[in-house]
């Protein structure tokens, strides 16, 4: 199993930036992928971006252009940089690990709030 902690969250005005990161830990040997997730007020969990180990990356449509993931495998830590925030992006924000089939290995950690007033 793996372990993540999210970070660096917090209140933002629309337009500004935020920078988050995610700490794995445990089996880190059965990960390929790690993907930022987020989940508005009353809504669903969502794909926001993904990035394999060889640096590959994919984006949701409606963040493309405004942040940029990357990550650092020698400290197994993944980032999301977020720019250009909108009040639409307000959410609670998750990272998760992937293995070779892009399934889920990791633990739901708390999260991060991720706040943008307009």
């Known amino acids: 199993q793996v372990q993540l902690v999210e970070s660096g969250g917090g209140l933002v005005q629309a337009g500004g930036s935020l920078r988050l990161s995610c700490a794995a830990s445990?089996?880190?040997?059965?990960?390929?992928?790690m993907g930022w997730y987020r989940q508005p007020p009353g809504k669903q969990r969502e794909l926001v971006a993904m990035i394999t180990r060889s640096g590959r990356t994919n984006y949701a449509d409606s963040v493309k252009g405004r942040f940029t993931i990357s990550r650092d495998n020698t400290k197994n830590t993944v980032y999301l940089q977020m720019n250009s925030l909108k009040p639409e992006d307000t959410a609670v924000y998750y990272c998760?690990?992937?293995?070779?089939?892009?399934?889920?290995?990791?633990?739901w950690g708390q999260g991060t709030q991720v706040t943008v007033s307009s």
């Open positions: 445990g089996s880190i040997f059965s990960i390929n992928a």
């Open positions: 998760n690990a992937h293995d070779w089939a892009y399934q889920v290995v990791g633990s």
